[in-house]
């Protein structure tokens, strides 16, 4: 099992950057590859970036490279995703999780645990 709570999520102005964190505990956090994904209301959950296991490699929703940089640390076991020049677009609830494999995927159906998500409402 692998417990994730995410936090960070506030409401910022358009033009705005944000961190958010995603805290793991339980199961070894360095052999999970972490995804972040997001939904808005009335909207399906969208794929927004993941990360392998090491961290070395990294994955973008193209419309979203360039403005958001995932990053992990798995000393604190913590994942992060900055985000900058924010955008009324991204207002959503942001979610992490993580999959049982050291290798990410875009499809959230093959991530295993999820956290609470954190909002995130950027205004224009």
């Known amino acids: 099992q692998v417990q994730l709570v995410e936090s960070g999520g506030v409401l910022v102005q358009a033009g705005g950057s944000l961190r958010l964190s995603c805290a793991a505990s339980?199961?070894?956090?360095?052999?999970?590859?972490m995804g972040w994904f997001r939904q808005a209301p009335g909207k399906e959950r969208e794929f927004v970036s993941y990360?392998?296991?090491?961290?070395?490699?990294?994955y973008y929703r193209n419309s979203l490279k360039g403005r958001f940089t995932i990053s992990r640390d798995n000393v604190k076991n913590t994942v992060y995703l900055e985000m900058k020049s924010l955008k009324p677009e991204d207002t959503a609830v942001y979610y992490c999780?993580?999959?049982?494999?050291?290798?990410?995927?875009?499809?959230?159906?093959?991530?295993?645990?999820w956290g609470q998500g954190t909002q995130v409402t950027v205004s224009s």
């Open positions: 339980g199961r070894t956090f360095s052999n999970n590859a």
């Open positions: 990360i392998t296991f090491n961290g070395r490699d990294t």
């Open positions: 999780a993580a999959r049982n494999s050291r290798y990410g995927s875009a499809w959230y159906k093959e991530y295993d645990y």
